[in-house]
């Protein structure tokens, strides 16, 4: 075995050369760390929230505040993940926050407030990190590619199936 293959490398998440920090429309996947059950359940295909469910549908809600120049579409927060269709906008600032600092952003901001929910006892601790490392995206280039990301999210509690639930 040589070193390399011991070592295996990440796989590569983003565009090779796509700036993605231009005007933009973005379908983004967030993962629970271990895909642990935090955030709410489905029940008749319907997602119902629970209060950890419901902070971090409203920190996503809150990015705008941060970011001014993104524009959020739809959402759906599920028990272990979220979906999410976001359009970086006019770069009114000089200063554009790429996709990534976006969601670098949620990340940090989400977690600091479920670590206050869990240190007054209202949502249970977390082993390592409440979200994956990195998060998936698909840049949506065209109208059916906005239109088929925003069906994916709104059928998505009616996908999930007996083998998602924990």
């Given at each position: 075995?040589?070193?390399?293959?011991?070592?295996p490398?990440?796989k590569?998440?983003?565009?090779q050369?796509f700036?993605?920090?231009?005007?933009?429309s973005?379908?983004v996947?967030?993962?629970?760390?271990?895909?642990?059950?935090?955030?709410?359940r489905?029940q008749?295909?319907?997602?119902?929230?629970?209060?950890a469910?419901s902070?971090?549908?409203?920190?996503?809600?809150?990015i705008?505040?941060?970011f001014?120049?993104v524009?959020l579409?739809?959402?759906?927060?599920?028990?272990?993940?979220?979906?999410?269709?976001?359009?970086?906008?006019?770069?009114q600032c000089d200063n554009?926050?790429?996709?990534s600092r976006?969601?670098?952003?949620f990340k940090s901001?989400?977690t600091?407030?479920?670590?206050?929910?869990?240190?007054?006892g209202?949502?249970?601790?977390?082993?390592?990190a409440?979200?994956?490392r990195s998060?998936?995206e698909?840049?949506?280039?065209?109208d059916?590619?906005?239109?088929?990301a925003?069906?994916?999210?709104?059928?998505n509690?009616g996908?999930?199936?007996?083998?998602?639930?924990g």
């Open positions: 075995m040589t070193p390399e293959s011991s070592n490398r990440r590569r998440l983003r565009a050369g700036d993605y920090a231009e005007s933009g973005y379908f996947t967030i993962c629970v760390d271990q895909m642990e059950h935090r955030l709410g489905v008749e295909g319907r997602v119902r929230l629970n209060d469910g902070l971090i549908q409203a920190a996503w809600n809150h705008p505040t941060r001014p120049d524009i579409d739809s959402l759906i927060v599920m028990p272990n993940h979220l979906h999410a269709i976001l359009f970086l906008g006019n770069h554009a926050p790429s996709l976006i969601v670098q952003t901001e989400s600091i407030e479920y670590g206050r929910g869990v240190k007054a209202r949502f249970p601790r977390y082993e390592r409440l979200w994956q998060f998936h698909k840049i949506l280039r065209d059916k590619m906005l239109e088929a925003r069906l994916y999210i709104e059928s509690p996908r999930w199936s007996e083998t998602c639930k």
